[in-house]
């Protein structure tokens, strides 16, 4: 079946540090892929997406490539604030499945100043 | 896009009650979908409600205690009957976007506390 596994939080950082969150998939065919992001006491909110092999999502200074080699879909952020303080969740949506996504376990990502 | 109104954002129930929670789209879709946040976990698929027939429900989740209503391509709501403090959770409605790529729409979210 489809699944997808990211890195167990928490991520602590300091402010300005580099940040990857590595994000892999099993599905067949190219499923489009997703980061959503939820701050604390809020909904998901879409971060960015991919939807075929070596695009490149990007969103409020976060990036993340379809690998398709790889099945992966690593989030990247080169400088991060207090602000991006989160939980980030990797998600996919099958080629032919409704629709409907398949959530990794979350990242808990705190950054301090 | 879609802009999904969720209702209410945010409750605490006595166990044994139940609690039914509104999920509104400002456009037509065909599919809406309801998911579950226990705390500290991701989200997890209770059911996919399609208009006009029953709702299909995901493996450990039973249409007696999560029923499901779809009465038009705009609305669904989602009951939690007869709560215990295990159904402490936030509970997502979602919709896809219609396009060449797929894309999901949150609502708020109801972060639900039985007590």
């Known amino acids: 079946g489809n699944s997808v596994t990211q890195m167990e939080g928490p991520v602590t950082l300091s402010e300005e540090a580099f940040l990857t969150i590595n994000c892999t998939y099993t599905?067949?065919?190219?499923?489009?892929l997703f980061w959503y992001v939820q701050y604390p006491g809020e909904g998901l909110q879409l971060l960015l997406k991919a939807t075929k092999a070596d695009d490149k999502g990007s969103n409020k200074g976060f990036e993340a490539t379809y690998r398709k080699e790889t099945t992966s879909f690593h989030l990247e952020k080169g400088s991060v604030q207090v602000s991006d303080s989160a939980v980030y969740f990797c998600a996919l949506i099958p080629a032919h499945a409704g629709n409907m996504l398949t959530f990794g376990g979350g990242t808990r990502l705190m950054v301090k100043p | 896009s879609a802009v999904i109104s969720q209702k209410p954002s945010r409750d605490i129930c006595q166990r044994g009650t139940s609690l039914t929670i509104q999920c509104q789209v400002d456009?037509?879709?065909?599919?809406m979908f309801w998911y579950r946040q226990q705390p500290g976990q991701s989200l997890t698929l209770i059911a996919t409600?399609?208009?006009?027939?029953?709702?299909?429900?995901e493996s450990g989740f039973v249409i007696d205690k999560f029923p499901i209503s779809r009465p038009n391509l705009t609305f669904s709501t989602l009951t939690v009957s007869n709560m215990s403090p295990e159904d402490s959770s936030i509970y997502l409605c979602?919709?896809?976007?219609?396009?060449?790529?797929?894309?999901?729409?949150f609502g708020q979210g109801t972060r639900l506390t039985v007590v």
């Open positions: 409600a399609n208009q006009g027939s029953e709702a299909t429900y």
């Open positions: 456009s037509q879709v065909t599919m």
């Open positions: 599905a067949t065919g190219y499923p489009s």
């Open positions: 979602s919709v896809t976007g219609t396009g060449q790529a797929p894309q999901a729409f």
